[in-house]
T-cell receptor, first 115, second 115 residues
Framework: GAGVSQSPSNKVTEKGKDVELRCDPISGHTALYWYRQSLGQGLEFLIYFQGNSAPDKSGLPSDRFSAERTGGSVSTLTIQRTQQEDSAVYLC?????????????FGPGTRLTVT | AQSVTQPDIHITVSEGASLELRCNYSYGATPYLFWYVQSPGQGLQLLLKYFSGDTLVQGIKGFEAEFKRSQSSFNLRKPSVHWSDAAEYFCAVGAGSGGYNKLIFGAGTRLAVHP
């Protein structure tokens, strides 16, 4: 079956511009997660959704980062006024239900480069 | 706070040799522990997981890991490495309130395999 998909696969943007990253989870998965993979910080948790609700936003690095999920499916991660330190690969994952007892399936990521 | 340490950034082994990748965690309660692999150009794939019970767990691709509470360790092993095992390996702990809802990753160990 179809896995987690993310778009775009690559995004180059100028410093100060806003970007939107999209994640399509596996159909039927109620939990959705965003992580960021960067050279300096490794793999770090950003936010998760249970349905359309985000109970834990503790990993968002600043108020320039926001995320939403609609219809219990697609999620969008928005970065406003991008900075060079935002350059990273943004990974999305989904699981059948919330809790790490359920395997998280990862998408291929969106590579963001801020120039 | 929960954390995961992977002491080895790079490891090189010869094909056919045995492999052990180290992972230490810091977590107050009984941890949920995971090993993921990321091959070049590929997404993260779950190798194995530990929640409770038998401390030696078997995973895919011939990997196993042993949970040692006294050492706060969850080392990954493989008796005979294949060239296709060259990849980056991440240890992770399930963390967060309630149902361990997010993954905290180590910095990763990059494995190179010599023919």
């Amino acid at each position: 079956g179809a896995g987690v998909s993310q778009s775009p696969s690559n995004k180059v943007t100028e410093k100060g511009k806003d970007v939107e990253l999209r994640c399509d989870p596996i159909s039927g998965h109620t939990a959705l997660y965003w992580y960021r993979q960067s050279l300096g910080q490794g793999l770090e948790f950003l936010i998760y959704f249970q349905g359309n609700s985000a109970p834990d936003k503790s990993g968002l690095p600043s108020d320039r980062f926001s995320a939403e999920r609609t219809g219990g499916s697609v999620s969008t991660l928005t970065i406003q006024r991008t900075q060079q330190e935002d350059s990273a690969v943004y990974l999305c994952a989904s699981s059948l239900a919330l809790s790490t007892r359920h395997e998280q399936y990862f998408g291929p990521g969106t590579r963001l480069t801020v120039t | 706070a929960q954390s995961v340490t992977q002491p080895d950034i790079h490891i090189t082994v010869s094909e056919g040799a045995s492999l052990e990748l180290r992972c230490n965690y810091s977590y107050g309660a009984t941890p949920y522990l995971f090993w993921y692999v990321q091959s070049p150009g590929q997404g993260l794939q779950l190798l194995l997981k530990y929640f409770s019970g038998d401390t030696l767990v078997q995973g895919i691709k011939g990997f196993e890991a042993e949970f040692k509470r006294s050492q706060s360790s969850f080392n990954l092993r493989k008796p005979s490495v294949h060239w296709s095992d060259a990849a980056e390996y991440f240890c992770a702990v399930g963390a967060g309130s309630g149902g361990y809802n997010k993954l905290i990753f180590g910095a990763g160990t990059r494995l190179a395999v010599h023919p």
